[in-house]
């Protein structure tokens, strides 16, 4: 289990990371294209996959281009949503977003929906909902302009999922996939700065860069260590999904009310321990 609980300290030191940015004046944008440099450079590394694969005709470049293409744009949502909304209520978002890729298995991969699961997408959508309550009636940061972003990553992610699943059915290497998505992910992201560039004056900054490797060498151990979870545990993938789930969900509750003191209000505590409920439903389902 070491390997789930540094996997699960990872995906939330990416928020606490994200969190910090505004603090440390970094720019968001610019640390998260320096973020994919370090993913790809550490998933040749590490992994070090052979992209003949990725030449041959089944290969699925259609969802490569559409992880590529979102993996950059939902991590800026994830972003704002950190400082909108706070750690504690993204990454319960975030992690609900399996609510769409398992209605997506029922509906699209012909998977038998049971009992059990159909409460627990019930119960995600409720918790979803108190979640991204609106503590703050005005248009402030927790107010009107930021209780969406919530939503926006939940939606996100869910998309992601899916597109990783059509991915996998398509039989591509795990590492080949890794590489070629986040290539293309670092692609779009040099795109979006240049245009920022040229349109905003924006200039790159070594503090930048230091905290986008930060970013990816945390991105890059949530999933290594998620996946040797796995591996060390092939008969228990059920214990692995609900203790990475589960565990994101609680340790971000805990960084995020106590590290950086985040207001919820009565509604969406009940909608994180109707969070930590649903995917215990799901995972044992």
């Given at each position: 289990?070491?390997?789930?609980?540094?996997?699960?300290?990872?995906?939330?030191?990416?928020?606490?990371?994200?969190?910090?940015?505004?603090?440390?004046?970094?720019?968001?944008?610019?640390a998260i294209a320096w973020n994919y440099l370090a993913t790809?450079?550490?998933?040749?590394?590490?992994?070090?996959?052979?992209?003949?694969?990725?030449?041959?005709?089944?290969?699925?470049?259609?969802?490569?281009?559409?992880?590529?293409?979102?993996?950059?744009?939902?991590?800026?949502?994830?972003?704002a949503s950190v400082r909108?909304?706070?750690?504690?209520?993204?990454?319960?978002?975030?992690?609900?977003?399996?609510?769409?890729?398992?209605?997506?298995?029922?509906?699209?991969?012909g998977e038998s929906l049971t009992a059990a699961k159909g409460a627990g997408v019930a119960l995600g959508l409720l918790a979803l909902l108190c979640m991204v309550w609106r503590a703050t009636p005005n248009g402030g940061e927790n107010g009107a302009l930021g209780w969406h972003w919530p939503l926006v990553v939940f939606a996100g992610f869910g998309v992601i999922d899916i597109l990783f699943k059509l991915v996998a059915r398509a039989g591509?290497?795990?590492a080949a996939s890794l590489q070629a998505m986040f290539a293309l992910a670092l692609v779009v992201s040099v795109i979006l700065l240049l245009w920022r560039r040229w349109h905003d004056r924006t200039f790159f900054t070594l503090r930048d860069a230091v905290a986008?490797?930060?970013?990816?060498?945390?991105?890059?151990?949530?999933?290594?260590?998620?996946?040797?979870?796995?591996?060390?545990?092939?008969?228990?993938?059920?214990?692995?999904?609900?203790?990475?789930?589960?565990?994101?969900?609680a340790l971000g509750a805990v960084v995020g009310t106590v590290g950086f003191r985040e207001r919820l209000s009565a509604v969406n505590?009940?909608?994180?321990?109707?969070?930590l409920g649903a995917i215990g439903l799901i995972a044992w389902g």
């Open positions: 289990m070491i390997y789930v609980l540094m996997a699960v300290a990872c995906s939330v030191l990416v928020s606490v990371l994200l969190k910090l940015a505004r603090r440390l004046e970094v720019d968001v944008g610019q790809s450079v550490l998933t040749s590394l590490v992994f070090h996959p052979s992209l003949a694969v990725l030449r041959s005709a089944q290969a699925p470049w259609l969802g490569f281009v559409g992880l590529g293409l979102l993996l950059p744009l939902i991590f800026l949502a994830l972003a909108s909304a706070g750690i504690v209520r993204t990454d319960a978002a975030q992690r609900l977003s399996l609510l769409i890729s398992l209605l997506a298995a029922f509906l699209l991969f591509t290497p795990f986008g490797l930060l970013l990816g060498l945390a991105n890059f151990g949530n999933i290594v260590f998620y996946v040797r979870g796995h591996q060390a545990l092939p008969d228990h993938p059920s214990l692995v999904f609900a203790s990475m789930n589960l565990g994101v969900v505590v009940i909608g994180l321990v109707l969070a």
